[in-house]
């Protein structure tokens, strides 16, 4: 594989991680990634206040806005 370093043929962290990505998908449906992506998002607006949203909220749209010019 392309990614690997001469580590003595050990995989790199980015090919274990892209490797465990596709057994997990092929593992688990649609419900199992909503279900997931909705205890984290519970997980994220218990520990953060307003502000981490608006300022989340406005990086984004300057990105946005630097996407579309």
């Not at 991680?17 to 596709?22: A, F, L, Y």
């Not at 909705?38 to 989340?56: L, M, P, V």
């Amino acid at each position: 594989m392309a990614n690997r370093n001469d580590n003595e043929g050990k995989m790199s962290r980015e090919e274990a991680g892209r490797m465990g990505g596709e057994a997990t998908s092929k593992n688990h449906d649609k419900e199992f990634y909503q279900e997931i992506g909705q205890k984290g998002g519970e997980a994220t607006s218990r520990n953060h206040d307003r502000e981490f949203y608006e300022e989340i909220g406005e990086k984004g749209g300057r990105s946005n806005s630097r996407n579309n010019n």
